[in-house]
């Protein structure tokens, strides 16, 4: 898709969120209303007006992952987070089903430790990011990537999380401060 759907507010958004792994809440106590709260900041920003929409997502394993990963994408490793968007019309009087996202805990909360991030935090961005490919963005060609790291920044601030893509500050010259 070239141009992204413009910025609106939709009209209303079923968000379920299925906890599969146990790690998610035992690290993590409040990650369904966590992500439910990043996608419906993205569905509020960038979804067309006055839409009805309905969405997914699974917090799971790595291993579910890597087998959706293997079964859809053609790669058999887990990764982070996986959007499968549905195109499908909306039935009458019902919300159109936007899709699902599938995210890994072992991989999240790994990841998150790599980059000196909160699991909060990375689980925020990876469900906007995840929702904003629901809505059309993509990441293929740099300006693409461009405009959806921008976007996914301007969202997650809203939030109150630290741009994700920042790259993070050197440590003090001569070791620790004291």
């Not at 413009?6 to 790690?23: K, N, P």
């Not at 959007?83 to 909360?109: H, I, K, M």
């Not at 925020?124 to 405009?147: F, I, P, Q, R």
Request: charged share 25%.
């Amino acid at each position: 898709m070239d141009e992204p759907p413009s910025s609106g507010t939709c009209g209303s958004a079923e968000i379920a969120v299925l906890v599969e792994d146990a790690g998610w809440t035992a690290a993590l106590p409040d990650a369904e209303a966590l992500a439910g709260r990043a996608a419906r900041a993205a569905l509020a920003a960038e979804a067309a007006s006055g839409e009805d929409l309905e969405l997914s997502i699974l917090l799971t394993d790595d291993d579910t992952v890597r087998d959706l990963n293997a079964r859809y994408r053609g790669k058999d490793s887990p990764t982070n987070v996986l959007s499968f968007a549905c195109d499908d019309p909306a039935l009458p009087g019902e919300p159109r089903l936007l899709g699902d996202l599938a995210l890994a805990f072992a991989t999240c909360r790994r990841e998150a430790a790599e980059q000196g991030k909160t699991l909060a935090d990375h689980l925020s961005h990876l469900v906007v990011h995840g929702t904003l490919h629901l809505l059309g963005y993509d990441h293929e060609a740099d300006a693409e990537a461009e405009a959806m790291e921008a976007r996914e920044r301007r969202l997650l601030a809203g939030l109150g999380v630290a741009d994700p893509y920042a790259e993070p500050a050197p440590a003090p010259a001569g070791g620790a401060p004291r």
